[in-house]
């Protein structure tokens, strides 16, 4: 399936730093796309900011997409991370960062959830902040 490449949201990434985009760029050129952009299905990315980014660089208004329905954010994540292992290496913060969310979506009781909720309100507020 296509979807316009500008109605595909960006929201928090575990990824900060997407590395170089020449050489994937030009395999794009070359090849296509060989592997989808991962969406949920409010058009959210979960994989593939780095081929979205290269899309866009080349200028395509239009990228073959796979939605996948997330059941919770544990899955988000687990998704996000096994899929940028594979393409390009986590640093050691993002691998970081990859284990406290699967530690903090991991909580099943209802105390676990809020504190979960607590904790994702409060990176968003940092980020927030940092924006500013």
């Given at each position: 399936m296509k979807i316009?490449?500008?109605?595909?949201?960006?929201?928090?990434r575990i990824r900060k730093d997407l590395g170089d985009l020449h050489s994937l760029?030009?395999?794009i050129q070359k090849l296509?796309?060989?592997?989808?952009i991962l969406i949920d299905l409010d058009n959210t990315l979960i994989s593939g900011e780095r081929?979205?980014?290269?899309?866009?660089?080349?200028?395509?208004?239009?990228?073959?997409?796979r939605i996948v329905?997330?059941?919770?954010?544990?899955?988000?994540?687990?998704?996000?991370?096994?899929?940028?292992?594979?393409?390009l290496?986590?640093?050691s913060e993002e691998q970081?960062?990859?284990?406290?969310?699967l530690k903090r979506y991991s909580y099943t009781?209802?105390?676990?959830?809020?504190?979960?909720?607590?904790?994702?309100?409060?990176?968003?507020?940092k980020r927030f902040f940092q924006k500013k």
């Open positions: 316009r490449v500008s109605d595909i949201k960006v929201k928090n760029k030009e395999s296509g796309l060989l592997h989808p081929r979205l980014q290269s899309v866009k660089t080349l200028g395509w208004e239009y990228v073959e997409v329905d997330i059941r919770n954010k544990k899955e988000r994540v687990q998704i996000e991370a096994e899929e940028n292992n594979i393409r290496e986590f640093t970081e960062r990859v284990r406290k969310l009781t209802i105390f676990g959830r809020i504190l979960a909720w607590i904790l994702d309100w409060i990176d968003w507020l």
